[in-house]
């Protein structure tokens, strides 16, 4: 472009790249520390599938706009961004920033190139005084700020400060804050949780992650997801279930309740249409009350590295452009395919050279011959593409709908958060436990009904501590029966040994009564089946429950049960994931036909 200027700078930071990455390349958070406007971004779709992004911004008495160029990165290497404006003092805004590992002290080296060009008079008197000089002593900063925080010499990120909230506000979130930590969730974390709200960053709020917090706050999952629960009930959180594009991952439906959530979305992002499952892209996700802190709307930065990080290489190809770009990717699962809808390609990368690829003959990447340290693109359409290497690892942090729903925690604080009557939604894998007492009749027609209810009573207390400790919950229960649900396969057979461990103490503590004939308390001997599969969530009886052959087939290995045991589906038994926890344990293999089922089923029984 006419008039184009450009200047670089180069710093040596003390920490390797894959810890400074992800503060430089996230734009967002960066923009915001920087004190740069947040601006509004329009969608426009084109006919061949792409996108054309479209943004302006107020900077002090002037209107900005400008049309977003594909930013192009790859991960921990660099990322480049170019902003084309028709309103303002610019023409162009490009940067560029390059990261590579020192290794002469073990640490990194970035460089930055800032490029601009006027647009009229005000954008030429703007790049002939200070704005390289600006720019480059703003960017010097944060980057130094990044390298502290990286290297533990800093509490955040990057110098913020946050809107200071007035008497009012302070004197009732510490009135909130003694309401959590009087429950059984505030586990201590309700001040630390508050000031966080108060104080982080605006892009740390739009969508609070509880597994996010728990890993920064080095407590169990459990914790910080009891937490965030019990805050929304107090009035310091908002719950929002999203619904996130499997593309970008990005949200682009949501609901306050799981009655109003949609069956499905748009994403204009990626111009697709998608469908919602409690296990890939529902997600709670929380954010503060406006009472406690209100959130601007506007975007600091629509398209960087950090907003979809799962995206490792993002690169922009004009018509039959072929491109070779610096960069190198771990090993691990991979989907390549472009941002329009399309073709994609899935593969396992074993690690060095990136392997070659097509998709319907159009796009190929890191395609011999080239050096191990480059990706190469070529783009053999009439139209520009953007082609994406993306790990197929779902969002680290996600808490799916299926997770929570199937949390004690959950159930008790919002037994009301149901789905609409007649609505179902597809759960991909979820593990279901039945137990039922051995000779429960007799042990009435022995003890009476009255102590009977109450040993019963308190057994449903022994069991519904277990599971939540377990990270489970108790969907409901049938008489002597109960019905429990986990997110993870391994917390449903953690938490049936334990019961059967377990439930010989508590007999020995609940047995002083004395029967109608003089003697002491019959032991309660736990019947257990355990299964695991896909099912649907519905609404039954104003609670979410379950419904489907998973259901089904767990339900009748607790019947296979001769009580004391634990009868395990040949799914759980072969999964590879609960392989450490079986191992060395006394495994029978068994086969019966089971009521409702055409042939015979293989299971296992266990003992401990």
Request: hydrophobic share 40%.
């Given at each position: 472009?006419?008039?184009?200027?450009?200047?670089?700078?180069?710093?040596?930071?003390?920490?390797?790249?894959?810890?400074?990455?992800?503060?430089?390349?996230?734009?967002?958070?960066?923009?915001?520390?920087?004190?740069?406007?947040?601006?509004?971004?329009?969608?426009?779709?084109?006919?061949?599938?792409?996108?054309?992004?479209?943004?302006?911004?107020?900077?002090?008495?002037?209107?900005?706009?400008?049309?977003?160029?594909?930013?192009?990165?790859?991960?921990?290497?660099?990322?480049?961004?170019?902003?084309?404006?028709?309103?303002?003092?610019?023409?162009?805004?490009?940067?560029?920033?390059?990261?590579?590992?020192?290794?002469?002290?073990?640490?990194?080296?970035?460089?930055?190139?800032?490029?601009?060009?006027?647009?009229?008079?005000?954008?030429?008197?703007?790049?002939?005084?200070?704005?390289?000089?600006?720019?480059?002593?703003?960017?010097?900063?944060?980057?130094?700020?990044?390298?502290?925080?990286?290297?533990?010499?800093?509490?955040?990120?990057?110098?913020?400060?946050?809107?200071?909230?007035?008497?009012?506000?302070?004197?009732?979130?510490?009135?909130?804050?003694?309401?959590?930590?009087?429950?059984?969730?505030?586990?201590?974390?309700?001040?630390?949780?508050?000031d966080h709200l108060l104080t982080a960053q605006e892009v740390d709020l739009w969508h609070i992650r509880p597994r996010a917090l728990a890993r920064q706050w080095d407590v169990p999952e459990r914790l910080a997801i009891e937490l965030c629960l019990q805050a929304v009930k107090a009035g310091l959180l908002e719950l929002r279930w999203d619904l996130l594009c499997p593309r970008c991952r990005v949200a682009k439906a949501w609901s306050g309740g799981l009655d109003r959530l949609p069956t499905g979305?748009?994403?204009?992002?990626?111009?697709?249409?998608?469908?919602?499952?409690?296990?890939?892209?529902?997600?709670?996700?929380?954010?503060?009350?406006?009472?406690?802190?209100?959130?601007?709307?506007?975007?600091?930065?629509?398209?960087?590295?950090?907003?979809?990080?799962?995206?490792?290489?993002?690169?922009?190809?004009?018509?039959?452009?072929?491109?070779?770009?610096?960069?190198?990717?771990?090993?691990?699962?991979?989907?390549?395919?472009?941002?329009?809808?399309?073709?994609?390609?899935?593969?396992?990368?074993?690690?060095?050279?990136?392997?070659?690829?097509?998709?319907?003959?159009?796009?190929?990447?890191?395609?011999?011959?080239?050096?191990?340290?480059?990706?190469?693109?070529?783009?053999?359409?009439?139209?520009?593409?953007?082609?994406?290497i993306e790990s197929r690892h779902w969002v680290e942090d996600c808490l799916t709908a299926d997770r929570l729903t199937a949390l004690q925690a959950f159930r008790d604080l919002f037994a009301d958060d149901v789905l609409r009557p007649g609505d179902e939604v597809t759960v991909g894998r979820i593990a279901l436990l039945f137990s039922d007492l051995k000779?429960?009749?007799?042990?009435?027609?022995?003890?009476?009904?009255?102590?009977?209810?109450?040993?019963?009573?308190?057994?449903?207390?022994?069991?519904?501590?277990?599971?939540?400790?377990?990270?489970?919950?108790?969907?409901?229960?049938?008489?002597?029966?109960?019905?429990?649900?986990?997110?993870?396969?391994?917390?449903?057979?953690?938490?049936?040994?334990?019961?059967?461990?377990?439930?010989?103490?508590?007999?020995?503590?609940?047995?002083?009564?004395?029967?109608?004939?003089?003697?002491?308390?019959?032991?309660?001997?736990?019947?257990?089946?355990?299964?695991?599969?896909?099912?649907?969530?519905?609404?039954?009886?104003?609670?979410?429950?379950?419904?489907?052959?998973?259901?089904?087939?767990?339900?009748?290995?607790?019947?296979?049960?001769?009580?004391?045991?634990?009868?395990?589906?040949?799914?759980?038994?072969?999964?590879?994931?609960?392989?450490?926890?079986?191992?060395?344990?006394?495994?029978?293999?068994?086969?019966?036909?089971?009521?409702?089922?055409?042939?015979?089923?293989?299971?296992?029984?266990?003992?401990?």
């Open positions: 472009m006419r008039g184009l200027k450009a200047r670089t700078w180069q710093w040596s930071f003390k920490n390797a790249p894959a810890a400074i990455w992800p503060l430089l390349a996230d734009t967002a958070r960066f923009n915001e520390a920087a004190a740069l406007p947040r601006h509004e971004i329009t969608e426009i779709p084109r006919s061949d599938g792409s996108v054309d992004y479209f943004g302006q911004a107020k900077m002090g008495p002037l209107l900005l706009k400008w049309q977003e160029r594909p930013v192009n990165w790859v991960s921990d290497q660099f990322f480049e961004h170019i902003r084309d404006f028709s309103s303002g003092p610019l023409g162009q805004l490009g940067a560029r920033f390059e990261l590579s590992p020192d290794p002469a002290t073990g640490g990194a080296i970035g460089r930055y190139t800032l490029s601009a060009a006027p647009r009229n008079w005000l954008g030429r008197l703007l790049l002939a005084t200070r704005f390289f000089a600006a720019s480059g002593a703003t960017f010097a900063r944060l980057a130094g700020e990044a390298d502290a925080f990286a290297g533990g010499a800093r509490a955040t990120p990057f110098t913020y400060s946050a809107p200071r909230p007035g008497p009012e506000t302070e004197a009732k979130v510490a009135r909130l804050v003694d309401e959590i930590e009087a429950t059984p969730n505030g586990h201590g974390l309700a001040r630390r949780l508050a979305a748009h994403c204009g992002s990626c111009n697709i249409d998608y469908d919602r499952d409690f296990s890939k892209n529902v997600e709670a996700s929380f954010r503060p009350a406006a009472a406690v802190r209100a959130l601007e709307s506007g975007e600091y930065c629509l398209w960087g590295p950090m907003s979809v990080p799962h995206v490792r290489a993002q690169i922009h190809l004009a018509p039959g452009e072929r491109r070779r770009v610096p960069g190198r990717l771990a090993p691990g699962p991979y989907r390549l395919r472009t941002l329009a809808p399309g073709p994609t390609c899935d593969i396992d990368h074993a690690g060095g050279r990136f392997p070659a690829w097509t998709m319907d003959g159009e796009v190929i990447a890191a395609g011999d011959p080239g050096p191990d340290d480059s990706l190469d693109f070529e783009n053999r359409t009439p139209r520009a593409v953007i082609a994406i000779a429960s009749t007799a042990l009435y027609e022995k003890i009476g009904d009255a102590r009977a209810y109450h040993l019963v009573r308190d057994h449903f207390a022994f069991m519904a501590e277990i599971i939540r400790r377990r990270d489970g919950a108790i969907v409901k229960t049938i008489g002597d029966a109960v019905m429990a649900a986990f997110a993870r396969p391994e917390d449903g057979l953690l938490a049936a040994l334990d019961i059967q461990r377990d439930i010989g103490g508590w007999n020995a503590r609940h047995g002083s009564d004395t029967d109608r004939d003089g003697g002491g308390t019959p032991s309660v001997i736990v019947k257990l089946g355990l299964h695991q599969g896909p099912t649907i969530a519905v609404t039954l009886n104003d609670r979410l429950d379950y419904f489907g052959s998973t259901v089904n087939m767990a339900a009748r290995l607790q019947g296979q049960s001769d009580g004391g045991e634990i009868v395990l589906s040949r799914e759980m038994v072969e999964d590879p994931v609960l392989a450490p926890h079986l191992a060395g344990l006394d495994l029978r293999p068994d086969r019966a036909v089971l009521k409702g089922f055409d042939h015979a089923t293989d299971f296992y029984r266990l003992r401990v």
